[in-house]
Protein backbone atom coordinates (compact mmCIF):
# COMPACT_ATOMS: atom_id res chain seq x y z
CA UNK A 1 0.00 0.00 0.00
CA UNK A 2 1.80 3.14 -1.03
CA UNK A 3 0.02 7.02 -0.57
CA UNK A 4 0.72 7.99 -4.03
CA UNK A 5 1.37 5.78 -7.10
CA UNK A 6 2.52 8.39 -9.80
CA UNK A 7 5.20 11.00 -9.57
CA UNK A 8 4.22 14.84 -10.70
CA UNK A 9 5.66 13.55 -13.93
CA UNK A 10 2.99 10.62 -14.22
CA UNK A 11 6.07 8.23 -13.61
CA UNK A 12 5.07 5.08 -11.46
CA UNK A 13 6.98 6.00 -8.27
CA UNK A 14 9.53 3.55 -6.35
CA UNK A 15 6.67 3.28 -3.48
CA UNK A 16 4.61 2.25 -5.92
CA UNK A 17 6.81 -0.88 -7.01
CA UNK A 18 8.11 -1.86 -3.29
CA UNK A 19 5.54 -4.47 -2.70
CA UNK A 20 6.02 -6.24 -6.06
CA UNK A 21 9.68 -5.80 -5.92
CA UNK A 22 9.12 -7.81 -2.45
CA UNK A 23 6.99 -10.32 -3.74
CA UNK A 24 9.45 -11.07 -6.86
CA UNK A 25 12.02 -11.52 -4.63
CA UNK A 26 10.08 -13.83 -2.57
CA UNK A 27 8.90 -15.73 -5.34
CA UNK A 28 12.66 -16.15 -6.24
CA UNK A 29 12.80 -17.91 -2.71
CA UNK A 30 10.29 -20.47 -3.75
CA UNK A 31 12.88 -23.20 -5.41
CA UNK A 32 15.48 -22.82 -2.33
CA UNK A 33 12.67 -23.44 -0.26
CA UNK A 34 12.06 -26.68 -1.68
CA UNK A 35 15.44 -27.54 -3.00
CA UNK A 36 16.94 -31.29 -2.21
CA UNK A 37 19.88 -32.31 -0.77
CA UNK A 38 22.11 -33.62 -4.47
CA UNK A 39 22.62 -36.84 -4.51
CA UNK A 40 26.01 -38.28 -2.48
CA UNK A 41 28.21 -40.99 -3.85
CA UNK A 42 27.40 -44.20 -2.06
CA UNK A 43 25.83 -41.99 1.02
CA UNK A 44 21.85 -42.11 1.86
CA UNK A 45 19.46 -40.80 -0.13
CA UNK A 46 18.71 -37.43 -0.35
CA UNK A 47 17.11 -35.67 2.51
CA UNK A 48 13.69 -34.55 1.86
CA UNK A 49 13.52 -30.94 1.04
CA UNK A 50 12.35 -28.69 4.37
CA UNK A 51 8.71 -27.92 2.58
CA UNK A 52 6.47 -29.00 0.06
CA UNK A 53 6.06 -26.87 -3.24
CA UNK A 54 2.40 -26.24 -1.67
CA UNK A 55 3.80 -25.26 1.62
CA UNK A 56 6.58 -23.12 0.45
CA UNK A 57 3.88 -21.06 -2.03
CA UNK A 58 1.85 -20.96 1.21
CA UNK A 59 4.75 -19.06 3.14
CA UNK A 60 5.33 -16.83 0.15
CA UNK A 61 1.72 -15.63 0.11
CA UNK A 62 1.70 -14.57 3.32
CA UNK A 63 4.49 -12.90 3.03
CA UNK A 64 3.27 -11.13 0.51
CA UNK A 65 0.28 -9.98 2.21
CA UNK A 66 1.90 -8.85 5.18
CA UNK A 67 4.97 -6.72 4.06
CA UNK A 68 3.70 -3.39 3.40
CA UNK A 69 6.94 -1.42 2.74
CA UNK A 70 10.46 -1.78 2.81
CA UNK A 71 13.96 0.14 2.30
CA UNK A 72 17.03 0.96 3.62
CA UNK A 73 18.11 3.12 6.24
CA UNK A 74 19.90 6.34 5.14
CA UNK A 75 21.47 8.09 8.40
CA UNK A 76 22.82 6.00 11.40
CA UNK A 77 20.84 4.89 14.54
CA UNK A 78 22.00 4.07 17.43
CA UNK A 79 21.49 2.00 19.99
CA UNK A 80 19.33 3.38 22.62
CA UNK A 81 17.54 5.59 19.96
CA UNK A 82 13.99 5.87 19.13
CA UNK A 83 14.27 6.17 14.79
CA UNK A 84 15.00 5.13 11.61
CA UNK A 85 15.44 7.32 9.08
CA UNK A 86 14.99 6.13 5.13
CA UNK A 87 15.34 10.04 3.47
CA UNK A 88 13.78 8.12 -0.09
CA UNK A 89 10.41 7.89 1.61
CA UNK A 90 7.73 10.76 1.57
CA UNK A 91 5.22 8.67 4.08
CA UNK A 92 1.80 10.81 5.34
CA UNK A 93 2.36 11.15 8.63
CA UNK A 94 1.45 8.38 11.33
CA UNK A 95 0.63 6.19 8.14
CA UNK A 96 2.46 3.37 9.75
CA UNK A 97 1.55 4.09 13.58
CA UNK A 98 0.70 0.89 15.29
CA UNK A 99 2.21 -1.25 12.68
CA UNK A 100 5.84 -3.62 12.87
CA UNK A 101 9.07 -2.95 11.49
CA UNK A 102 11.56 -5.29 11.46
CA UNK A 103 15.69 -4.75 10.33
CA UNK A 104 15.94 -7.76 8.24
CA UNK A 105 19.37 -7.39 6.84
CA UNK A 106 22.33 -5.55 7.48
CA UNK A 107 23.60 -3.97 10.68
CA UNK A 108 20.64 -4.54 13.52
CA UNK A 109 19.20 -7.70 11.61
CA UNK A 110 16.64 -9.25 13.51
CA UNK A 111 15.21 -6.56 15.77
CA UNK A 112 11.30 -6.08 15.30
CA UNK A 113 9.88 -2.88 16.81
CA UNK A 114 6.02 -1.39 16.65
CA UNK A 115 6.31 1.83 15.36
CA UNK A 116 4.46 4.23 17.45
CA UNK A 117 4.58 7.43 14.85
CA UNK A 118 6.05 8.80 11.93
CA UNK A 119 6.81 11.44 9.65
CA UNK A 120 7.69 11.99 5.85
CA UNK A 121 10.54 9.21 5.91
CA UNK A 122 11.42 8.76 9.55
CA UNK A 123 9.86 5.89 11.50
CA UNK A 124 9.56 6.18 15.41
CA UNK A 125 9.62 3.52 17.32
CA UNK A 126 7.95 2.71 20.92
CA UNK A 127 10.76 0.76 22.60
CA UNK A 128 14.42 1.70 21.49
CA UNK A 129 16.82 -0.35 19.14
CA UNK A 130 19.16 -2.52 21.33
CA UNK A 131 22.05 -2.60 18.04
CA UNK A 132 23.01 0.19 16.07
CA UNK A 133 21.06 0.75 12.59
CA UNK A 134 22.95 2.31 9.63
CA UNK A 135 23.60 2.41 5.49
CA UNK A 136 23.32 -1.37 4.97
CA UNK A 137 19.85 -1.76 7.16
CA UNK A 138 17.33 -3.09 5.44
CA UNK A 139 13.64 -3.00 6.62
CA UNK A 140 9.98 -4.10 6.43
CA UNK A 141 6.76 -2.76 7.35
CA UNK A 142 4.47 -5.06 8.30
CA UNK A 143 1.27 -4.80 8.36
CA UNK A 144 0.09 -6.36 11.98
Known amino acids: MTTRALSATGEVTEAFLAPFMLAAMLSLALPVLTR ?5 DGGPEPEAPPFTPEQAADIVAAVNGLALDHGM ?18 WA ?3 HR ?9 AGAGQMRVIADNS ?21 ILNS
Open 73 to 90: VTSPAAAGSYGLVDASRD
Open 93 to 95: TGM
Open 120 to 140: ESTLVVQTPWTRPLDATSVYV
Open 98 to 106: DRQVRVVDG
Open 36 to 40: QAPPQ
